[in-house]
């Protein structure tokens, strides 16, 4: 039996090389995010089994348990990319490496707090609300500095960067608009914060446009494993 996830994935990298290329990036700096919601882990299996090893998931319980039914895969890196309601943030502080949508000081501490003392840092990109749309999750981008600044004292996060979900658009140029407004937040954060690394936009439909932007890491779902469940 052909394994389509790993063609798909080949199929991605291949589409991301050639943004890279075509921006004068080197390909080896943008990590692609296989966002496996909804997906059974037999299907994150076979994307480990190609190579894969970084995985999105948006929702706490269901990322939780495929965490622990995959915990023999020490080397997975697990991101949560879904909005996080306060009662379930120790979940995502137990287990997850990454946190890519912290839009507000009271998750940003609860994370901390409740971050294992064995474990290292959660790694965390703040959310912006780029659009500044009022059903949106994320911070505004003139909040995004006084965001930060309380955030510094949080031993056991570390911000990383940011993450942005613009308005969705088939239309490169309003593409564009939109990640080069999270590109210039992200310029100005790497001036202040040496361990700003990491810029999480770009999703299926808009991973020429991020890369364009400087995307260090795009989040793609769909083309990987096929239509959600």
Known sequence: MTNHIADNLQSVRAQIKQ????????????ELLA??????????VLAYEAGHRSFGENYVQEGVDKIAELKYLTDISWHFIGPLQSNKSRLVAENFNWMHSVDRYKIAKRLSDQRPAY???LNVCIQINIDEEESKAGVLPDELMPLLSECEALEKICVRGLMAIPKPSQVKSEQLNAFKKVQALFATCQQK?????????GMSGDIPAAIECGSTMVRV???IFGARD
């Open 119 to 121: 474990a290292k840092p």
């Open 221 to 223: 779902g769909t083309a």
């Open 35 to 44: 966002v496996s919601k909804t997906k059974p882990v037999s299907d994150i």
């Open 193 to 201: 914060y040496p361990q700003f690394d990491t810029l999480s936009i």
């Open 19 to 30: 943004c890279a290329l075509q921006s004068d990036r080197d390909p080896n700096n943008i």
